[in-house]
């Protein structure tokens, strides 16, 4: 069995080791620049197509690969290794299954700055940012891979003495893992390996605007030990790959993280039962949100509420998820508090993260930049204050300067719309009352914070406050895997809470097996 499990460690790049090991790792990552990377069915490395380009959203005329892109006839090809290989890995013992993930891991920790500068370069992460992902990404193999021998073992039931009873949990079989671009290393691996750790077999459609990161997985797994198969590399559209492979009979579940309205039509089309299908396909969905954090009267140290307001809304240029995209400040403390955010988020410094100093990098391309500046212009246009930022600079990369918009209404597009990317709109409230009142009018549900001194507010917000993760007097991001179990409510998904003990059931289908002893009476119970 394994030791117990443990959150892989932030590197320090104060330290001038790892400073070091990282400009050597991004000088390695560079040298790859401009390299085609195949579609991978079966094992099979297949070229020739039509590609596409992954670019760098910080220099956008430097091209960091091309990749071919796959079609229906690959989807349908996939569909044929994955069910194959199938056969052989849902037998495996749970310990193969799960020693694929540790050595997957090891592996990973060992090239961890690689992989950090690889996202440092595709995706625009400033070296925390990618150093984090990496990470998680360690952290979801190694906890995955303990969680499996927990469901794979005995599970525990009633015992009667007349029969042998078991409850087993078995895989679903084959599924589609269609992962982000913000989390392309962690979320994806963790959408993957979950899949895998519980004898499933994957086609992994990459985002198309993070497909490098995901092939040097993939390529992991294979050098880990992972049979042909298991894992299907198919880079590519939506259009040609994604909805494809969603509506296929033969497809058993989707694995989904990404927008709302992505979410939703894949929800719909997999939930339409097509001729040959035999089940009803199992959706697995996180779809964002529309975060607040609530600050209180009643809260003495302004100044560290104000350094996480501005980590949660502008880490990563608000590319998250999680990112706190709405301020709601009692009006009391607002003409106190809010210039402290303005602060400190002017004091953010940009530029392109291969640059070990930069807080702020781009966006990840060119179309999310337009859609940012339309929203900070409806922002304004809709009787917001530009109290921050609001520029756009575009000379070499998709740059947007932090945002910060004040006196904001609650009912306002800024407010209500998911913007993701590095705007923050900050709203008024009469009281804690009239707060929790904003934070909750929203059809997302996935993280919020509270700070206040005031234990019956934070017990109001324990009760009151509906998202699924949910952050007393602490920023409302950097969710770590096996502590804070991540999946929101309504529009942000099915709750799956990633990272958490609840997971990789959602894998799995239970069955229930009983043998009558020898000599023992029928069973005379009237249930099912």
């Known amino acids: 069995m394994l030791s117990e499990f443990r959150n892989e460690p932030l590197t320090d790049f104060n330290a001038p080791a790892e400073k070091t090991a990282m ?4 000088k390695t990552v560079r040298a790859e620049f401009g390299r085609e990377y195949p579609v991978v069915i079966g094992g099979e490395r297949i070229t020739g197509l039509k590609t596409y380009d992954s670019i760098n959203p910080s220099h956008k005329s430097q091209l960091l690969g091309r990749f071919n892109k796959a079609t229906k006839q690959h989807v349908e090809q996939a569909l044929d290794a994955a069910w194959k290989a199938f056969g052989s890995w849902k037998r495996q013992p749970v310990g193969v299954r799960a020693g694929l993930l540790v050595k997957t891991a090891a592996l990973l920790r060992e090239r961890k700055h690689e992989f950090s500068a690889t996202m440092v370069y595709e995706v625009g992460k400033t070296w925390p940012e990618a150093d984090a992902d990496t990470a998680e990404a360690i952290d979801f193999l190694e906890f995955y891979a303990r969680e499996a021998y927990r469901w794979g073992g005995e599970q525990p039931i009633t015992k009667i003495a007349s029969e042998d009873n078991a409850l087993v949990y078995v895989p679903l079989g084959v599924g589609g893992v269609i992962p982000p671009w913000n989390f392309p290393l962690a979320i994806m691996a963790g ?42 590399f198919l880079s590519g559209s939506g259009a040609e790959v994604g909805d494809p492979l969603v509506m296929s009979p033969r497809l058993r579940f989707i694995s989904f993280t990404g927008s709302k309205e992505v979410g939703l039509h894949i929800n719909e089309e997999a939930a339409k039962s097509r001729p040959g299908q035999l089940w009803i396909k199992r959706v697995v969905a996180e779809m964002g949100g529309k975060d607040a954090i609530i600050v209180d009267r009643d809260y003495a140290n302004l100044d560290d509420a104000a350094a996480a307001v501005v980590a949660s809304a502008f880490g990563f240029q608000g590319q998250k998820c999680s990112a706190c995209s709405r301020l709601i400040v009692d009006d009391a403390i607002y003409d106190t508090f809010v210039p402290m955010v303005v602060e400190k988020t002017k004091a953010l410094r940009i530029g392109a993260p291969e640059e070990g100093s930069t807080q702020i ?17 409806k922002g304004k246009s809709e009787g917001g ?18 945002t910060v918009i004040g006196d904001v209404a609650p009912e306002g597009t800024i407010s209500q719309q998911e913007i993701f990317g590095p705007v923050l709109a900050v709203s008024r409230a009469k009281d804690f009352d009239d707060a929790l009142r904003i934070a909750n009018d929203t059809e997302f549900g996935l993280t919020g914070a509270v700070f206040t001194d005031d234990e019956s507010k934070l017990d109001r917000a324990r009760e009151e406050f ?19 179990p991540f999946g929101g409510f309504n529009m942000s998904g099915t709750d799956s809470k990633a990272g ?19 000599g023992a009476p029928e069973p005379s119970g009237a249930g099912e």
């Open 361 to 377: 990098g781009p966006v990840v391309s060119e179309s999310a930049m337009r859609k940012i500046k339309e929203f900070i212009e």
């Open 191 to 232: 959408m993957t390996t979950a899949a895998v750790a519980t004898g499933n077999c994957v086609i992994l459609k990459p985002s198309s605007d993070a497909p490098w990161i995901a092939w040097r997985f993939f390529a992991l797994l294979e050098e880990a030990g992972m049979p042909p198969g298991v894992v299907n």
């Open 500 to 518: 958490g003990r609840d997971y990789l059931g959602l894998f799995l289908q239970a069955k229930a097996i009983s043998r009558r002893k020898t």
């Open 385 to 402: 204050k530009l109290l921050a930022g609001g520029e756009v600079r575009d000379a070499e990369g998709f740059f947007i300067e932090p």
């Open 466 to 484: 509906f998202v699924g993760n949910l952050y007393l007097n602490r920023k409302c991001t950097g969710a770590l895997v096996g502590v804070h």
């Open 23 to 26: 400009e050597t790792a991004l």
